[in-house]
């Protein structure tokens, strides 16, 4: 069961122990990673094919899901759950449109030009995790932003299930994204076809998407020959609470992570002894009717804590300390809190924004940084997806007056081909 831990020093340890649960390099997944990937490199396709029959299905249905297929889905899909989708998909677009940026030029009275381009990827892979772990909540956090930044096309790689066939609610959440292609095949393998392009699967310039160990070590590894979202490590929930917070709510919020993988961490940090006491209490009661709450078990047990401090200032002190994947602020005043807890992913404040908000309906991303890299990394967004450069245009009369700064700071660096560009475009 979790654990109540007086910040007097305790503390400490706790802390230093959750830092390295996802930090431990598996050398064995990392070899069997790159072996899969020059495997792919050399086969393609066939290599794919061989690795998703090895690790997926025998008798899969489809390596590209036909167009057809996409859209029979969403038509024959859930009315209400496609509404429902639809609406949380409304809610996403509106946040993420505010991310958009636009190019700029700036000039002068002499007639030089300076600006910035502002363009979307050419083409970026979505990685969707198929089976019990498919989430069409993904899908739309990937391709909506994405889609506003305006990559030309977005591929996707799912695994099938066990009968070889998609995961319908991964198609509705596709063909309500628009995503342009989707392939049935998963794992290291995926990413890798994804990575250096085969015969029938198109090279792409970013990869994001969760996955497992594999997927992520995969990622990892091909970071150079593509780009990629983050190393996603386990989900993480930490819950900063005062005297007043509900006991009820905080279990339950602490629960909604602890489910995702016996590796999440979910850690309360409080200034009342009571509320960690009665969240203990309502834990236990609310876990026996979980549908996986084995699981929860082992989470809160191995990663989970409850923190009780003296004040809130050692309270915040700490929740900066782990910069955890989503913090929430179950306090009196919890707009006060924006500026004083600056290290998170995603904040929510308040009884009435728990964690679950954030990962389908209210707008912003779930894609969030984790294990602490929230002191430097953010959240999935726009900016993920789009590419800057800039350009220049001097005319004679601006580069003249500007040779002798130029030619100066060349040759003081010792680069005198440099200094000569700028020299020859001046000599008699």
Same mark, same amino acid.
């Given at each position: 069961?979790?654990?109540?831990? %007086? ?20 050398? @064995?997944?990392?070899?069997?990673? %790159? ?48 509404? !429902? ?44 995790? =198929? ?5 069409? !909540? ?6 909506? #932003? ?63 998407? #969760? ?22 490590? #386990? ?23 602890? @489910?995702?993988?016996?590796?999440? !961490? ?5 200034? !009342? ?58 306090? %009196? ?16 404040? =308040? ?12 707008? #912003? ?37 500007? %040779? ?25």
């Amino acid at each position: 069961m979790i654990k109540i831990i %007086k910040a007097d020093g305790a503390e400490k340890e706790f802390l230093a122990d959750m830092k390295k649960r996802s930090g431990e390099v598996n050398f @064995e997944v990392e070899k069997t990673v %790159k072996a899969i990937l020059a495997d792919v490199a050399e086969r393609g396709d066939e290599a794919v094919k061989e690795y998703t029959a090895k690790f997926d299905c025998a008798n899969v249905q489809y390596y590209r899901v036909p167009d057809e297929v996409i859209q029979d889905a969403l038509t024959e899909a859930d009315p209400e759950f496609v509404n !429902s989708m639809l609406n949380c998909l409304e809610n996403i677009t509106k946040f993420h449109e505010k991310q958009k940026q636009n190019g700029y030029m700036m000039t002068d009275e002499s007639g030089c030009i300076l600006g910035q381009r502002v363009r979307g990827l050419d083409r970026v892979g979505l990685y969707v995790p =198929g089976g019990t772990a498919a989430y069409p !909540s993904s899908v739309l956090m990937n391709a909506v #932003p994405a889609k506003i930044a305006g990559v030309g096309e977005i591929v996707m790689v799912t695994p099938p299930l066990k009968d070889g066939t998609p995961n319908k609610d991964i198609l509705v959440a596709a063909a309500l994204c628009g995503v342009d292609k989707i392939f049935m095949c998963g794992g290291a393998q995926a990413v890798a076809a994804l990575a250096y392009g085969t015969e029938e699967i198109p090279k792409v310039s970013k990869i994001v998407g #969760p996955g497992n160990i594999f997927v992520a070590t995969a990622k990892k590894l091909l970071y150079g020959t593509v780009d990629i979202d983050m190393i996603a490590g #386990p989900s993480e929930i930490l819950i900063v609470a005062d005297e007043g917070a509900n006991p009820k709510y905080v279990a339950a919020d602490l629960m909604s992570q602890a @489910e995702h993988d016996k590796l999440a !961490s979910s850690v309360l940090v409080t200034t !009342s002894m009571t509320v960690a006491e009665e969240t203990v209490k309502e834990i236990e009661r609310q876990s026996a009717y979980l549908s996986r709450k084995e699981i929860i078990d082992i989470s809160l047990d191995n990663y989970g804590a409850i923190i009780v401090c003296d004040d809130m200032d050692k309270a915040c002190e700490i929740a900066n300390e782990i910069a955890p994947e989503h913090l929430e602020v179950l306090v %009196k005043n919890p707009l006060e809190y924006i500026g004083r807890l600056t290290n998170c992913g995603s904040l929510f404040l =308040g009884d009435y924004a728990p964690e679950p908000l954030g990962d389908y309906y209210a707008g #912003p991303n779930h894609v969030l940084p984790t294990s602490g890299t929230a002191r430097f990394f953010s959240p999935l967004s726009v900016d993920s997806f789009i590419k800057k450069s800039s350009y220049i245009y001097y005319t004679r009369e601006k580069l003249f007056n500007a %040779k002798d700064d130029i030619v100066l700071v060349a040759e003081r660096e010792q680069l005198t081909a440099h200094a000569n560009a700028i020299k020859v475009r001046f000599e008699d």
